[in-house]
């Protein structure tokens, strides 16, 4: 396997994300410079009610300018493990409490140094009404196992944005035989 | 479902990757800002062998600045389409020439207008060496199903970074049972 060596590192952009840019030295001797996304390590919560039904989100995102439907997710706190933010996540954005909670996997990414924890939760019950954050404006519902697999599956779909968490959870759920 | 409406639109940052700072006007008529990642759309090519091996990369990633094992993946270029480019790309970085392609699903994210376009290639057969980019230095291997399956459930594992689409071709392939 070919390592690149880092040579020199420097924030290029700063805002509400940030652009890193970093300059390697390839196998072969080259310099190269690439541009890496810098934004918070996040949570991704499959979340199961006790009655059987993955709790979902709709909500508006201003990268693709149409509403987009995920788990309930977001940017893990100082502090926070992955769990207490994704037991923190639920509440705010569907008012659910989750019951027990596992770690699915962490996906990176090539070009950010942002991780994506995915969790399941499951025996999760309603206490609260949402508290979403102050530019959060979400539409929460929930789907049977059946009509999540074909949201997750279904080629014309391109609005569900965490398909590899969602087979995780099957899988974990014993749903996917080999 | 709240939509939200754009007031303005600037690019803030331009390098190796760009970032559009755009404003929108919230249902409650706040005005808010959001950095957009701009990066041109690319295309992950599930290919499985003639022989029924799914045939994977591993290279070093820049953003976590580590190697990382995914499919055949690139960018689109200008003009073509995306089974072209998965066609492309899988002949430049494994040497294989794709059989059949299908359309598996495309992927949007919250904050980049980029796509991914999600295909699954079968019936490939090796008829060249690789012949990846300047800056790409490719280990090229393969995994039969049962491998790959593991690969891609396995909690510890965080360095295969297309869990969602390996699903996908696994589905389509009537490899998960219902």
Known sequence: ????????????YSGWRRIIRKRFELPD????DFDILG???YVTVAAITQSGEFLLVKQYRPGPEMPLISFPEGAIDDGESPEQSAR??????????????VHLKTFRSSYTDQLQFCLLATGCRKIADPKPDDDEFIEVF??????LRQLLSKPQDDT??????G?????????LQP
């Open 1 to 12: 396997m070919s390592m690149w060596k880092k040579r020199e590192e420097r924030e290029a």
């Open 29 to 32: 001797g080259r310099l190269v």
């Open 39 to 41: 934004a918070a390590h």
């Open 88 to 101: 923190r996540e639920l509440l705010e954005e569907t008012g659910y409490e989750a019951g027990k909670i």
């Open 142 to 147: 929930s789907l049977p196992e059946k009509a």
């Open 160 to 165: 569900f944005s965490n398909v590899g968490c």
């Open 167 to 175: 087979y995780l959870a099957l899988e974990r759920l014993g749903k």
